[in-house]
């Protein structure tokens, strides 16, 4: 793995721990629930269920899935297998971080959608890093540098748009979504070396 990948593991890694133990980012977990809390209204809170069903576990799983099989059928099957590896791999990640790490919700009271699971790391924040992510890989090639930009920022966006609902309701703190950025990104780092390496 090249530094930059085992540096964003490192970083996926201390951001789980910070949240589990309570430093860091969690610091500012307390305040920015309160905040959230403050500035619902019906309309935002219609908006933020929209973006987040669009960015769930299984809304971006599906999206992978198609595109998986679209890629496939386009003879691209190197890229196929690269999109679902790099999503069943991230759902994998989360689910069993989530059961090792065991940490709870925020307080029910406080939230305006239903979950069940544990709270740590998000798993639509990472969900929505590496599928998004993946597809900006796989296509990334052909294009100009103001459609890449474009591409990434769309990306960027869009998870953090996914990342910033699952606070607004109520059911994640801070520092877990931050946490699920960082494993997204750190997964998607290593399948991108290893996809890489195997078209090499």
Excluded at 64 to 84: N, P, Q, S
Excluded at 98 to 114: H, M, N, S
């Amino acid at each position: 793995m090249t530094a930059a990948v085992v540096a964003l593991v490192l970083v996926a890694g201390a951001a789980l721990w910070a949240a589990a133990t309570g430093v860091g980012p969690a610091g500012a977990d307390a305040a920015a629930l309160r905040e959230a809390v403050s500035v619902r209204t019906p309309a935002l809170t219609t908006v933020a269920v929209l973006i987040t069903n669009a960015g769930g576990t299984w809304a971006m799983t599906a999206l992978a899935c198609l595109a998986g099989i679209a890629l496939w059928f386009a003879g691209r099957r190197a890229d196929a297998v690269f999109v679902a590896a790099a999503t069943g791999g991230a759902a994998a990640a989360f689910s069993g971080l989530k059961r090792v790490l065991d940490r709870p919700r925020p307080p029910e009271a406080t939230r305006l959608v239903v979950e069940t699971n544990e709270s740590l790391p998000s798993g639509h924040a990472t969900m929505s890093i590496v599928v998004i992510g993946s597809l900006v890989v796989v296509g990334w090639a052909g294009r100009s540098a103001s459609a890449r930009v474009l591409m990434v920022l769309a990306a960027v966006v869009w998870a953090g748009l996914v990342g910033l609902t699952r606070i607004y309701l109520g059911v994640h703190w801070f520092s877990d979504v931050v946490a699920g950025w960082a494993v997204g990104a750190a997964w998607l780092a290593v399948c991108v070396v290893a996809w890489m390496r195997w078209r090499a």
